[in-house]
């Protein structure tokens, strides 16, 4: 597109989205202000999405920017950090028009409204190939307390906030390849709550964190890989939806239904480590131990494993 077309585009669908931000200055500049907060540090995270890849082609517009920003919010709420300001970059595909573009916008302004954020900034192009977008969101943390993945000692306990395995299944449902009556597993995928809930528990009493989007396995691997400590998971234990339960029922191999669940990712929920009795919202799944690795259990049985979770390469 035009520069002209490009920023007349950006002021109708984007500038609203601002909040009216000082620091934005209506995007009418190339770049943006970040004022400071004393006693605070800045939180940073960044993630992209591509069609095809990251969400099926031909996902509505609105979906695919709720997710978006939902998927960056999880991210902070795994550092227990307060979500105030996003930038957007998007490459817009031939086949998205007027209306498509429109509607993405619409629902990332949703979604924003919904959780306090503001669109500081960012940038649109056009691309041959798929709808691509990457969002990066700013939070507060209390100065020196953003919750790590390195922390976890031998002996805390491995906890995950509410029910794994929903993601896996809302691909499947999408796909056709799971029953979903309802639309919950569906909603599960597309539009994944960000756990900011939990924020103030993670401050009083977790020593490492991370979300769950890679799946449960790979992402308490990443807590054991930066706290160089081993981890040792209970399937058994793992929190299942109501709707994961009766799909469970169905498979004849329990521990390979459960391995499945815990290595789908998209769940978008907080695994953390605690030294002492696990507070309320999260369950306990397995324990920190010496050593390294991640060892999974089910039935008392090891469960093997490959990837366990989600890589890009």
């Excluded at 998007?90 to 919904?114: N, T, V």
């Excluded at 756990?195 to 977790?206: E, I, K, N, V, Y």
Aim: net charge negative; glycine share 14%; with cysteine.
């Amino acid at each position: 597109m035009s520069g002209a077309d490009e920023f007349s585009e950006i002021a109708r669908l984007f500038r609203p989205l601002t909040g009216g931000a000082a620091g934005a200055f209506d995007l009418m500049d190339d770049a943006a202000v970040v004022p400071q907060r004393a006693g605070f540090d800045l939180v940073v995270t960044k993630d992209a999405m591509v069609e095809g890849v990251h969400f099926p082609i031909g996902e509505a517009p609105d979906l695919v920017a709720r997710k978006l920003l939902r998927v960056n919010l999880s991210d902070l709420a795994a550092k227990a950090a307060e979500p105030f300001g996003c930038f957007l970059a998007i490459g817009w595909p031939q086949a998205y028009g007027p209306a498509e573009r429109e509607a993405f916008a619409k629902g990332l302004g949703e979604d924003l409204a919904a959780y306090g954020v503001a669109l500081l900034g960012g940038d649109t192009v056009a691309t041959p190939g798929p709808l691509t977008a990457s969002l990066t969101a700013l939070g507060w943390v209390p100065e020196g307390r953003m919750v790590r993945r390195a922390g976890a000692r031998p002996g805390h306990v491995l906890a995950v906030s509410g029910t794994i395995g929903d993601g896996a299944l809302g691909l499947a449902a999408v796909r056709g390849e799971v029953e979903d009556p309802d639309g919950f597993l569906a909603a599960r995928l597309r539009l994944p709550t960000p756990r900011l809930d939990l924020r103030d528990t993670l401050l009083a009493r977790s020593s490492a964190a991370a979300d769950v989007s890679d799946g449960l396995i790979a992402d308490a691997g990443h807590i054991a890989k930066a706290s160089r400590v081993g981890v040792r998971l209970d399937l058994d234990r793992m929190p299942l939806s109501a709707a994961a339960q009766r799909w469970l029922v169905g498979q004849s191999d329990r521990g390979a239904a459960l391995a499945r669940l815990a290595s789908g990712g998209d769940d978008y929920e907080v695994v953390a480590a605690f030294d002492g009795a696990v507070p309320d919202g999260f369950t306990a799944i397995g324990e920190v131990t010496a050593g390294d690795g991640v060892g999974v259990r089910c039935g008392g049985v090891a469960v093997p494993v490959a990837s366990g979770g989600w890589r890009h390469l």
